[in-house]
């Protein structure tokens, strides 16, 4: 096998002496667990290191990885002028990631590039690597918005292509865990951030990466991480296969969670087959979720099937309760899918004849036309769980006082312009954040004078 090694790893500028000046002895088990990574890596001798980042350019649907031959790197930005880098990329390994992402239908490539200089993703781990060891090329590539099956799934690819070229290689999984670990951190404290830390911890301690599968999404952005999907790359080239773990520390003195763990290839063993294990969990908890769906759901559910399937819209079910026929509202429909949104469109007040037929169409809508995901696929459809959120009229209110993060769902309207948001809404905590993210949603910029209504919610989920 041409990977040789894999290794998760933080970017902390400030653990770069020209940019922490003095501060980085707070993390010391750090310095020195980076410090022994890159001993390792110099013993290993890789010709190609393969960086995955997340703080160059993402795009939704597509993983790109810097075209060209070098690139350049500095931590000016960070207040440290002296040290710089000079990257030179495999082009060639570069290519056969994509063309082997290609044929698994997986979106990859040279396309889109914003910036060419090296990010703080890679430059952190590269200063400590080549302490030790120099004269590799790199692949940088960046995380993207799909879903973390995805990412595993290029893992696969990378360790195919490294096969496949005879690459000495080794993956840098660049990943900073929670920022949300303590009140006077700089992004505060969430009770998430300590939570995802231990299961993160834990799972690179043993190897454990469908632990990293089960990670509810939730609990992912509560904690505020930024490297997750960089650990799902890394799980993905040890597909099938035994990999010796050793976490090498985790700190988080500044708020901040930092994990450094190695990873060696072992022998093929069938049973890590981690995607196909995950993707019978994810299908058994639709299953349980589609078994205690209520009218409302299931309608949900089988408009956007039938449709899928059909190319149709649903004609109206038989045996449906009054409530659904005989009245008429707004209604929202989420999608999610392994707990993640997949979907969500509504209508703030009806546009059909009943709550039923508002549900068929919007159904539709939030599968096939929300504008910020790719329509929803029939392979996808075992795996989706929804959420009909039935909305009362609105009502005009004076200000904010009148309003309840929990309760209260908000509309803010100044022209032409008209946004909304649901109530009792995971991160959104205050009704300033409310009216803000329904003001940007609308397009209203901060201070222009709004008109407020609220509305009340029954949440089918």
């Not at 190609?48 to 930005?77: E, K, M």
């Not at 951030?193 to 509810?216: K, N, Q, Y």
């Not at 997750?228 to 976490?247: E, H, I, P, T, W």
């Not at 988080?252 to 450094?260: L, Q, T």
Request: glycine share 10%.
């Amino acid at each position: 096998m041409s990977l040789l090694g894999a290794f998760a790893l933080p970017h902390p500028p400030l653990a770069v002496p020209g940019v922490g000046r003095g501060q980085e002895k707070g993390i010391g088990k750090t310095l020195e667990a980076f410090n022994e990574v890159s001993k390792e890596i110099a013993e290993l001798a890789p010709e190609t290191i393969v960086f995955i980042t997340p703080h160059n350019v993402l795009y939704a649907d597509y993983f790109h990885i810097s075209p060209g031959t070098t690139a350049r790197g500095d931590f000016r930005r960070f207040g440290d002028t002296g040290t710089s880098f000079e990257a030179r990329y495999d082009a060639e390994m570069a290519g056969e990631i994509e063309r082997l992402a290609s044929g698994h239908g997986i979106p990859a490539g040279g396309l889109g590039e914003r910036e060419k200089n090296l990010d703080h993703g890679v430059t952190v781990p590269m200063w400590f690597i080549e302490l030790n060891y120099k004269g590799y090329k790199t692949v940088r590539i960046s995380q993207s918005g799909m879903e973390p099956s995805v990412h595993y799934r290029l893992g696969k690819i990378i360790a195919e292509a490294a096969e496949a070229l005879g690459r000495k290689t080794v993956l840098i999984a660049s990943s900073d865990m929670s920022h949300k670990l303590k009140a006077d951190g700089p992004y505060g404290f969430a009770p998430e951030g300590p939570e995802f830390d231990h299961i993160v911890s834990e799972a690179l301690s043993g190897g454990d990466f469908m632990a990293l599968f089960r990670i509810p999404a939730a609990l992912r952005e509560s904690a505020a991480e930024c490297g997750y999907n960089s650990l799902m790359v890394l799980a993905g080239c040890f597909d099938k296969r035994k990999a010796g773990a050793r976490l090498l520390s985790y700190e988080g003195p500044f708020g901040v969670g930092y994990a450094i763990a190695a990873f060696t290839p072992g022998e093929p063993d069938g049973s890590r087959d981690f995607l196909e294990q995950f993707s019978h969990f994810a299908e058994k908890k639709a299953r349980e979720s589609r078994d205690t769906e209520d009218d409302y759901r299931a309608l949900a559910r089988s408009s956007l099937e039938y449709t899928v399937k059909n190319g149709a819209a649903l004609p109206l079910p038989g045996g449906l309760p009054d409530e659904l026929l005989c009245r008429r509202a707004g209604v929202f429909v989420s999608l999610h899918k392994n707990g993640s949104l997949r979907g969500c469109v509504g209508t703030i007040s009806p546009t059909a004849e009943s709550i039923a037929d508002e549900i068929i169409q919007n159904a539709v809508s939030a599968g096939l036309h929300d504008n910020r995901f790719e329509p929803v696929e029939a392979s996808e459809l075992p795996y989706l769980t929804y959420k009909v959120d039935v909305l009362s009229a609105a009502e005009p209110i004076s200000g904010p006082e009148e309003l309840d993060v929990m309760r209260y769902g908000v509309i803010v309207t100044s022209g032409y312009r008209r946004g909304l948001l649901l109530p009792n809404l995971d991160g959104v905590d205050t009704v300033d954040e409310q009216i803000s993210i329904a003001r940007r949603k609308a397009g209203i910029p901060d201070g222009t004078p709004v008109k407020l209504e609220r509305f009340e919610v029954v949440r089918h989920e």
